[in-house]
């Protein structure tokens, strides 16, 4: 990984950090066009775990989950070498893919993200050295809803309650947050092909997209095949390793390493 191209910012201690300009114009135009026909392809409706459970909603271009699992083309991405040396950077050399899901919020009118923390979700992955690539997609700033962090949250990984939002936004649920951690977030602006990586216990969220253009993101999720262990059997979705060895584990993780086929079952 080019040094230059890293922020300053400590990931072990801030639980983020961010990686500029990681994808060129060229592949950033590629994804968008997977992109274009995933949200081309949207059925009416979608089935979403909102406040706390899974409901059937009109379908909106926030809530497209897991992409990879279902098309090689996201699968290929979530093992792009540059993608992966970020990766390696904040959770070491050994990494299985758990989970992505690309969140496009249409002009003036996408979906806020309530501060939430991303592990108290998935009760299939055990373990805290879990963290999220969020991949720009577009260039993304305060006013089309880029992401936000608050800094040094995944502190000692507290397991905060969640309460109901009351609103519209994508989880339907958040945390009791204070005036004064709020108003230390970060907002993470970048250019489309920069990424930042967030830890799976940092508070974080979004506002709503209220200017003119589009604020799109694929994020992909990865854990440290040694120290975080998925039970296979509830997670929704095939586990891959890709990168390393998978540990001690006696798991039936989809070895996706470089140089092995993707999956000829996906599309
Ligand atoms: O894209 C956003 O605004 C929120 C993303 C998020 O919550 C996540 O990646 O865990």
Redesign the pocket.
């Known amino acids: 990984m080019n040094k230059a191209n890293t922020s300053a910012v400590d990931y072990r201690a801030a639980g983020y950090c961010l990686f500029r300009d990681v994808l060129d114009s060229e592949e950033v135009r590629g994804v968008n066009a997977e992109l274009d026909n995933l949200v081309r392809d949207m059925p009416d409706t979608m089935v979403v775990y909102k406040d706390g459970q899974n409901q059937e909603v009109p379908a909106r271009p ?1 809530y497209l989950t897991e992409p990879h699992a279902s098309n090689n083309a996201w699968l290929e991405l979530c093992r792009h070498p540059r993608i992966l040396d970020a990766v390696e950077a904040v959770l070491g050399p050994d990494l299985i893919l758990i989970m992505s ?1 690309v ?1 496009s ?1 249409r002009p003036g009118d996408g979906l ?2 309530a501060w ?1 923390q ?1 592990n108290t979700y998935w009760h299939s992955v055990q373990g805290t050295d879990v963290g ?1 690539v ?1 991949l720009a997609l577009d260039d993304a700033d305060l006013a089309n ?4 962090v608050i800094p040094s949250t995944h502190e000692g990984y507290p397991e905060m309650d969640k309460v109901s939002t009351g609103e519209n936004d ?2 339907g649920l958040t945390v009791e947050v204070t005036p004064d951690m709020a108003a230390a977030a970060i907002p993470l602006e970048m250019r489309a092909g920069s990424l930042s990586i ?1 830890d ?1 216990y940092v508070l ?3 506002e709503p997209n209220t200017s003119n253009r589009r ?1 799109a ?1 694929y ?1 992909m ?1 990865y854990a440290n095949a040694r120290t975080v262990t998925v039970d296979t059997q509830e997670h929704w979705v095939p586990v891959y390793l890709v990168r390393g060895e998978r540990g001690g584990s006696d798991s039936d993780y989809v070895d996706l390493r470089p140089g092995r086929p993707l999956p000829e079952c996906v599309v």
């Open positions: 926030e899901h969140i919020k806020p993200v939430h991303d999220t969020w809803g880029c992401m936000q994508l989880l967030h799976s974080h969220g979004s604020r993101a994020t999720r």
